[in-house]
């Protein structure tokens, strides 16, 4: 089954537009809305129609970051039926490979409606390859003879995983992650959020690795400020309207203390706060994105 020729470069405006519907305020700029390297990328990919690996380098605050750009796209007999998936995996071997391969594997599995496998202890750049060329067999394999009737009406999938910012010290790297798929005809549904990876820890950093005990409280207090200035609503309104958002049952409202937190991510000096579209917001507010 030969490669259909599908532009990433001309992938990335849509792509970009479409993240663009992700809120949040402050004066920190929202590198999903103007990616730094898009230029620079679109010189180095043009056309895919055989699964491409090609050597890289990223520059971001002055640091170059040397990655391997994994670009594999997964097409069908049907015209309006592919997987793609583009990752930018660090050269070697490096724990943030794993964790990329992780949620790969992740966002392949909303799509594969189960579990699907990853191996905890790979952390080169050839093992996000293997990954990612198994997810694309059992594409064709099992998920398109399922769908062989309903595919008239087109199916498709875009995950695009890449560095956003590195720190000074080349321990922390913060990645940007886009995913886009729609089935059906349905309207598309669209996931951003950063993460970070630590070399140190060997893994994914979460809100406790990045905020001291001391000042865990405040940066809530912060966020959630943000977040329900951003809605138009006092802090006390916004956390019952949270509250009977999530869980309508729940026998007591969110507090300071315990409303959700969603993805959050070292961001250059900052904190950035990544949720899932539908969320904390209905689906038509987009992925909500905060800086602290």
Same mark, same amino acid.
């Given at each position: =089954?030969?490669?259909?020729?599908?532009?990433?470069?001309?992938?990335?405006?849509?792509?970009? !537009?479409?993240?663009?519907?992700?809120?949040?305020?402050? +004066?920190?700029?929202?590198?999903?809305?103007?990616?730094?390297? +898009?230029?620079?990328?679109?010189?180095?990919?043009?056309?895919?129609?055989?699964?491409?690996?090609?050597?890289?380098?990223?520059? !971001?605050?002055?640091?170059?970051?040397?990655?391997?750009?994994?670009?594999?796209? !997964?097409?069908?007999?049907?015209?309006?039926?592919?997987?793609?998936?583009?990752?930018?995996?660090?050269?070697? $071997?490096?724990?943030? @490979? =794993?964790?990329?391969?992780?949620?790969?594997?992740?966002?392949? %599995?909303?799509?594969?409606?189960?579990?699907?496998?990853?191996?905890?202890? $790979?952390?080169?750049?050839?093992?996000?390859?293997?990954?990612?060329?198994?997810?694309?067999?059992?594409?064709?394999?099992?998920?398109?003879?399922?769908?062989?009737?309903?595919?008239? @009406?087109?199916?498709?999938? @875009?995950?695009?995983?890449?560095?956003?910012?590195?720190?000074?010290?080349?321990?922390?790297?913060?990645? %940007? %992650?886009?995913?886009?798929?729609?089935?059906?005809?349905?309207?598309?549904?669209?996931?951003?959020?950063?993460?970070?990876?630590?070399?140190?820890?060997?893994?994914? =950093?979460? !809100?406790? +690795?990045?905020?001291? &005990?001391?000042?865990?409280?405040?940066?809530?207090?912060?966020?959630?400020?943000? =977040?329900?200035?951003?809605?138009?609503?006092?802090? $006390?309104?916004?956390?019952?309207?949270?509250?009977?958002?999530? @869980? &309508?049952?729940?026998?007591?409202?969110?507090?300071?203390? +315990?409303?959700?937190?969603?993805?959050?991510?070292?961001?250059?000096?900052?904190?950035?706060?990544?949720?899932?579209?539908?969320?904390?917001?209905?689906?038509?507010?987009?992925?909500?994105?905060?800086?602290?």
């Amino acid at each position: =089954m030969g490669f259909k020729k599908i532009c990433l470069s001309a992938m990335l405006p849509a792509m970009t !537009f479409m993240a663009a519907g992700c809120s949040g305020r402050g +004066d920190v700029k929202d590198p999903f809305v103007d990616f730094p390297d +898009d230029e620079k990328l679109a010189e180095v990919v043009s056309v895919v129609d055989k699964p491409s690996t090609t050597d890289t380098v990223f520059s !971001f605050d002055g640091r170059e970051v040397e990655t391997l750009q994994i670009a594999r796209v !997964f097409p069908t007999e049907y015209s309006d039926v592919f997987f793609s998936i583009r990752v930018f995996a660090l050269k070697g $071997e490096n724990p943030v @490979n =794993m964790g990329l391969a992780r949620i790969i594997s992740e966002d392949f %599995s909303t799509v594969a409606g189960g579990d699907v496998h990853y191996d905890l202890h $790979e952390t080169t750049a050839r093992a996000v390859t293997e990954q990612i060329d198994y997810y694309g067999k059992v594409f064709n394999d099992t998920i398109l003879p399922q769908l062989r009737e309903s595919v008239v @009406n087109g199916f498709y999938v @875009n995950v695009d995983l890449r560095p956003a910012w590195v720190s000074a010290d080349g321990d922390v790297y913060t990645y %940007s %992650s886009y995913q886009e798929s729609c089935a059906g005809g349905a309207p598309a549904e669209i996931s951003c959020y950063y993460i970070s990876f630590s070399r140190r820890l060997g893994r994914q =950093m979460t !809100f406790d +690795d990045l905020v001291a &005990p001391a000042d865990r409280h405040a940066v809530r207090e912060r966020l959630l400020a943000q =977040m329900a200035g951003d809605a138009g609503k006092t802090v $006390e309104e916004y956390l019952g309207w949270l509250t009977d958002y999530v @869980n &309508p049952e729940a026998p007591k409202r969110f507090t300071v203390d +315990d409303f959700p937190i969603g993805y959050v991510a070292s961001y250059r000096s900052g904190l950035v706060f990544s949720y899932p579209q539908g969320a904390i917001a209905p689906v038509s507010r987009g992925c909500p994105l905060f800086f602290l």
